[in-house]
């Protein structure tokens, strides 16, 4: 338990993108502090290396398959979560594709459609499906990038420039329960996107993504720093 007073032991916490990467990094980090964890990929299957390390941790665990980009995959997975857990003390999403980059106007608008269909429209829709399961005073953790509304980064920009507006929106509605709505951008960390964005980068010159993690946990233990923040000046002052 940490100075705000939450704990996550036995925190019901819903972690989006958790096959691989960050999600897989924050997943772990939860596992050790014993929470029940609602993990997602597009293919459960995708779950099972991680789902095996979480229960090692002794962590109950139970994997949902979520498509962003299907309307019917968000409303499907909804329900599911729903019948693992009544209640929600944490949320984190997480999943997202880097999609194409470069100018806007050279980009392929089916693709930049699509694209944003995850990294927004399907985010957007998730919270609206998964709104009744999430209890008073609980953390939402929406992972964000410095890439949010920056030139050359295409759809990525535009989807996470948006998660950050739903996130400054749900933080005043949500207010009066309580719920901490938060934008955390992990920054550069060692993970496949990371390494699709960057390919001409020595990944070993990136951080691993568990040394990113701290700003999560600590908004879903009741810390509340503010609309947004930057995991790698997370505990500098
Ligand atoms: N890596 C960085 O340097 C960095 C920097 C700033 C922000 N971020 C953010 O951190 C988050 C995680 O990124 P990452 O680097 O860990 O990426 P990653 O390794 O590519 O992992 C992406 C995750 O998202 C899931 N996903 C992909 N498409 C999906 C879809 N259509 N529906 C549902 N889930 C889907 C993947 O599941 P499957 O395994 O099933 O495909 C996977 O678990 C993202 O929001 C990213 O924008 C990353």
Do not use: F
């Not at 997602?40 to 099972?48: G, K, V």
């Not at 665990?61 to 929600?88: E, I, N, T």
Request: hydrophobic content about 50%.
């Amino acid at each position: 338990m940490n100075a705000d007073g939450a704990t996550l032991d036995g925190a019901r916490v819903l972690v989006t993108g958790a096959s691989r990467g960050y999600g897989a990094a924050v997943a772990r980090a939860l596992a050790a502090r014993g929470a029940h964890l609602v993990l997602t990929a597009t293919d459960p299957a995708h779950l099972a290396r991680v789902a095996q390390q979480c229960a090692d941790d002794g962590a109950a665990c139970d994997l949902v398959a979520l498509d962003l980009s299907s309307p019917g995959s968000v409303d499907a997975a909804a329900v599911q979560v729903g019948r693992a857990v009544p209640r929600l003390e944490g949320v984190v999403l997480n999943a997202g594709v880097l999609g194409p980059v470069g100018p806007l106007d050279a980009l392929d608008a089916d693709a930049t459609g699509r694209a944003i269909d995850v990294d927004l429209t399907g985010q957007v829709r998730l919270l609206q499906r998964i709104a009744p399961l999430i209890a008073d005073h609980a953390g939402v953790v929406l992972v964000t990038s410095g890439a949010a509304a920056r030139a050359g980064y295409g759809a990525y920009a535009i989807g996470k420039a948006g998660l950050e507006a739903v996130g400054l929106m749900l933080r005043d509605e949500w207010a009066p329960r309580g719920i901490r709505v938060v934008a955390v951008n992990p920054g550069p960390v060692r993970t496949d996107m990371r390494a699709e964005a960057h390919p001409a980068e020595d990944p070993a010159t990136v951080p691993p993504p568990a040394e990113r993690v701290a700003p999560v946990l600590a908004v879903l233990e009741g810390v509340d720093p503010g609309p947004r923040v930057q995991a790698s000046e997370w505990g500098l002052s």
